[in-house]
């Protein structure tokens, strides 16, 4: 890009790089080199060398988001689990996510609040996951209807309360995902004025051209 300085990271040798996630400075670089395990790289002046690697997995890992806010990093993956990685005295400590899915966990965007995350999967569904106090775990509520085929794509709106997905189904969609145990309630929108949870907002067809591999809300 016209201005902007260009740096070529030379990691892993002839392995692909299935999902990377950087830290909110820019200064630690995570990624999955196709397998079970995430990789967690530090620049020290120049070069970058390996911190340390993150073994929970079970499967490859599919996606991760680390939440430049509270510096925590979550990861989804094949083996149908999702982590919650946070760092005490130093090390990374997991904390496994209550998905309640039975398909591969394909995607994750932590919220812009980065209280509650979003996970799609192959199971036709996206679980809305959320810290509870008293039972001290992450848990989730779903959001099911009219999904028809495996969720690929994920993102927030920056109010926080909605999520735009894309799937294999050809359709883009918009839900609410206000969650009332943590939050309160949203106010309306120009997508709507019906912010219940797992609501659908909208949803867009791209003419059965192809699977949805990615989707953004304008800033």
Request: contains cysteine; aromatic residues 10%; neutral net charge.
């Amino acid at each position: 890009m016209a201005g902007r300085d260009k740096e070529i990271i030379d990691l892993v040798d002839s392995v692909a790089i299935t999902c990377h996630a950087w830290n909110g400075d820019l200064t630690k670089l995570a990624l999955c080199p196709n397998s079970n395990n995430v990789h967690i790289y530090k620049k020290t002046g120049s070069r970058w060398e390996e911190e340390c690697v993150l073994r929970e997995h079970g499967q490859r890992v599919l996606d991760m988001d680390w939440g430049a806010k509270r510096d925590r990093l979550v990861t989804c993956g094949e083996d149908r689990n999702a982590y919650v990685w946070t760092r005490e005295g130093g090390e990374w400590r997991p904390m496994l996510v209550l998905l309640r899915i039975n398909r591969a966990a394909t995607c994750v965007r932590w919220s812009p609040n980065e209280e509650k995350f979003a996970v799609g999967c192959g199971a036709r569904l996206i679980s809305i996951c959320y810290f509870e106090l008293e039972q001290d775990w992450w848990v989730s509520k779903h959001i099911k209807k009219p999904i028809r085929s495996t969720v690929l794509s994920i993102d927030w709106h920056p109010n926080n309360y909605l999520i735009a997905a894309g799937s294999s189904d050809f359709m883009a969609r918009v839900f609410s995902a206000y969650v009332k145990e943590i939050e309160e309630k949203p106010s309306a929108t120009a997508w709507g004025k019906k912010g219940t949870f797992g609501n659908l907002m909208a949803e867009f067809s791209n003419g059965g051209g192809g699977w949805v591999h990615s989707v953004s809300f304008s800033p």
